[in-house]
């Protein structure tokens, strides 16, 4: 492995990994599978996991957090996957929705929120993807009226991560419905308890089964018009700016999984037995092994300098969509030739490769799909 050089200037970094992984060890490993049956992380989890820092890592101590930076809540997203516990969302409430209220939140917004996240004591979702489009943000049919002192909002979002459990929403909608496509939106903070809100039943998905994932819907929901988040009518601007840093979560999980499914594929060809040698002896297998470690150590060094462009702001969103497009798809032929290994065996619900599998599908649709990221890409190129 390509010796990690990002974490090299502050050694608190491999405290808080040990941290993150005994956290895993102790109270999420023995339990995940049981989580996955019952689609849903208990909220006690978060909790214990914000009372050691493990949640909201950038926040500012003053605001409850560790004053960390996002290398930290990286540690955390590896560590997750290397324990291939997916059914922690900790990034969508850490690493999404939480920088909109750290950056664009007014002081008392940001006094009110930022403890209970960081803490665990409350727990977030931002709410983008509609029915109608999902990467399309800018075609958004939720809408906010300005009625006096409030806006009334209406309309529905689906595959919102942390839906059951969120007590706050972070909501895209229109609230200038006049203005042209992309013009006009506002992120508003909105409360679970808020009369009108309701959370669907959980999405039955085909992977990330302890995450749940709900449709939410919002019928004439009154929000105070001191909830908007940041300017209104800026809302897309905002969105366009944090979705780098969304990709670069996924990025993250992608290359951590990619590493823990080749890592679990070579224990298991060493030990299995076959025509009176090893699966690992033969060269198809060997060849094989290393194409995949090529590819990961590859990823690997673009997503630190990515990592590296992202704490000093200067990383483009041109950068953040090659990122997660090359590491999503990088993970899916991992995930697909490692399952091919196990034989199978690979096939079977109890073998871990068979959950990543699955699991590892999700990340060329999540964050923005591989095409959009294209598009960003393939835009920039011709402009």
């Given at each position: 492995?390509v010796?990690r ?6 050694e608190?970094y ?9 956290f895993?060890?102790?109270?999420v ?25 493990l949640l909201c890592?950038?926040?500012?101590e003053?605001?409850?957090?560790i004053?960390g930076t ?7 997203m590896?560590?997750l996957m290397?324990?291939?516990?997916t ?5 969508n409430?850490s ?7 750290q950056r ?5 917004q940001?006094?009110r929120w930022l ?5 665990g ?5 931002i709410?983008?993807t509609?029915?109608s ?10 809408t ?5 002192d409030k806006?009334?909002l209406?309309g529905q979002k ?6 059951t459990?969120a ?5 895209a909608?229109?609230t200038?419905?006049?203005?042209p ?7 508003l903070?909105v409360?679970h308890?808020?009369?009108g809100?309701r ?5 039955k998905?085909?992977g990330?089964k ?5 449709e939410?819907?919002?019928d004439?929901?009154?929000?105070p018009?001191e909830?908007i988040?940041?300017?209104e009518?800026?809302g897309?601007?905002q969105?366009?700016t944090q979705l780098?840093?969304e990709?670069m ?7 951590a999984?990619?590493r ?11 030990q299995?037995d076959m ?5 690992a002896?033969?060269?198809?297998t060997?060849?094989?092994?290393a194409?995949?470690?090529a590819?990961?150590e590859?990823?690997?060094?673009y997503l630190?300098r990515?990592l590296?462009?992202?704490?000093t ?10 990122c ?11 995930a697909?030739q490692c ?7 690979g ?8 959950r ?7 990340a060329?649709i ?6 959009t ?10 402009r």
């Open positions: 492995m010796r050089t990002i974490f090299d200037h502050d608190s491999a405290e808080f990994r040990a941290l993150a992984a005994a895993l060890e102790r109270e490993i023995p339990f995940h599978g049981q989580w996955e049956d019952e689609g849903l992380v208990p909220r006690d989890v978060w909790t214990k996991a914000g009372e050691l820092g890592c950038e926040v500012p003053e605001y409850g957090g004053g996002f290398l930290h809540s990286a540690i955390v590896e560590e290397r324990a291939g516990a059914g922690l969302a900790f990034a409430h690493d999404v929705v939480t920088p909109y209220i664009y939140g007014t002081e008392q940001r006094r403890p209970e996240l960081a803490s004591r409350a727990l977030a979702a709410c983008m509609e029915p489009g999902g990467s399309d943000l800018a075609n958004l049919r939720t906010a009226r300005r009625v006096g806006f009334v209406r689906v595959f919102i991560t942390n839906s459990n007590d706050l929403f972070i909501v909608a229109k200038d419905v006049d203005a496509r992309g013009k006009g939106i506002s992120l903070l409360e308890a808020s009369d809100v959370v669907g039943s959980p999405l998905k085909i990330y302890a995450s749940d994932t709900c939410v819907y919002f004439d929901v009154e929000v018009a909830n988040l940041g300017v009518g800026e897309f601007a969105l366009m780098a840093q990709r979560t996924q990025g993250v999980r992608a290359v999984m990619a823990r499914a080749l890592e679990l594929t070579i224990d298991y060809v060493k299995r025509f009176g040698k090893t699966l002896d033969m060269q198809n060997q060849f094989t092994l194409n995949l470690h590819e990961i590859l990823n690997q060094v630190d990515c590296e462009l992202l704490l702001d200067e990383l483009s969103a041109e950068d953040a969509a090659i997660k497009m090359t590491s999503t798809e990088m993970l899916g032929r991992v697909d399952l091919q290994l196990f034989g199978g065996w096939y079977m619900w109890e073998y871990p490769i068979a990543i599998f699955v699991d590892a599908r999700m060329r999540a964050g923005g799909t591989v095409e990221m294209k598009h960003i890409i393939g835009r920039n190129l011709v």
